[in-house]
């Protein structure tokens, strides 16, 4: 049986209306992988950072080397998660730091405000202080430092040379069937760098993983996720509205600078998404555009769905995002 046809849009974009006028164009590259097959490829495949979409794979690596314990959905959704720092996520947060007597004082990633409104504002009307649990990325911080103790290594887990960061960049080869190299995320941690495709790559093995009730690892952190995207993201976050849209099991995580992972584990179909300027906005029409190509009925509007809307300041729809697909 022959290979099923990529299809190719060289010049996919997305535009960027304001009235009748095209204010802007972003490009972007995207790349489905079925079942290990590449099914679909627009734009160039250009090399991106992982950032926080890599997120699935270092929680599963982390759950390896602390000896496949019992832990609730939530605590698994939360140790993947980019977070707003609301307080149903704090809660897991020191849930997972409570279950290994850990202290929030462990952590390395460094404290920033709360990414919910809402959240640093009652923050700071209860005189409280910024701490590295309110920081986006404290749930999977906190499996670092459970796993940095558990196995006596340094509690200082971020170089790339930690034990720990060593074999999460085995796990990332394993997934991408691609050598990464590296640089610096913004928590401090290694973040990895492959092609789009390869991202791709790795999240169709994670919707396989998902799909697979024997998986305890890859696949149950994927399937938290599913089940908690409020836990990955947070309130108004664009990997949340996303997920509202499913009509199947969906996962979906965010990457910083315009880079988002789809994972379909009914269809073992995994998508990645990179605008090259790093818009993440865009992100939103883009995955609409592929979910619509590539997997018909997973995925249908959802109401509300502000990720494609342009609005003023005082918040008048004043525009839109639109896929194009570059033919005319």
């Known amino acids: 049986m022959s290979a099923a046809k990529t299809e190719e849009r060289p010049m996919a ?3 960027q209306w304001r009235g009748d ?22 734009g160039p495949d250009t090399s991106t950072t992982w950032r926080s979409a890599a ?73 409280g202080e910024v701490t590295d649990i309110h920081n986006n990325c404290s749930g999977k911080h906190a499996f670092m430092l ?13 170089p790339a040379d930690h034990p720990l960061q060593r074999r999460v960049a085995e796990a990332m080869e394993e997934a991408t069937e691609e050598a990464p190299t590296w640089a610096i995320d913004g928590c401090g941690l290694p973040t990895w760098c492959h092609s789009v495709e390869a991202v791709a790559r790795a999240w169709s093995r994670l919707a396989r993983a998902s799909a697979d009730p024997e998986d305890t690892r890859l696949g149950a952190v994927g399937r938290a996720m599913a089940r908690h995207p409020f836990l990955v993201s947070g309130t108004g976050r664009q990997d949340l509205h996303l997920s509202r849209g499913a009509q199947e099991p969906l ?28 818009n993440d906005q865009a992100r939103a029409p883009a995955a609409e555009a592929l979910l619509e190509a590539v997997a018909p009925g997973a995925w249908a509007r959802p109401e509300p769905w502000p990720c494609p809307e342009v609005r003023n300041v005082v918040g008048d729809l004043v525009g839109a995002l639109r896929f194009s697909s570059g033919s005319t």
């Open 146 to 158: 459970a796993v940095a103790e558990a196995h006596g290594w340094d509690s200082d887990y971020r």
């Open 251 to 278: 996962i979906t995580k965010v990457g910083a600078a315009g880079l988002l992972g789809i994972a379909l584990p009914d269809r073992g179909l995994g998508i990645a998404i990179k605008t090259h300027a790093g």
């Open 13 to 15: 974009r997305i535009e």
């Open 55 to 127: 997120k699935p794979f270092q929680l599963a690596v982390c759950l390896e080397l602390l000896g496949d314990p019992a832990h609730t959905d939530e605590e698994l959704a939360v140790g993947a998660a980019s977070h707003s720092a609301e307080p149903e996520h704090l809660r897991h947060v020191e849930a997972i730091l409570e279950r290994y007597g850990l202290d929030v004082g462990g952590l390395r990633c460094g404290g920033h405000p709360p990414a919910s409104p809402a959240a640093y504002e009652a923050l700071l009307r209860s005189g």
């Open 21 to 42: 006028q095209l204010e802007a164009v972003h490009t972007f590259s995207a790349v489905a992988v079925r079942d290990g097959e590449t099914v679909l490829r627009w």
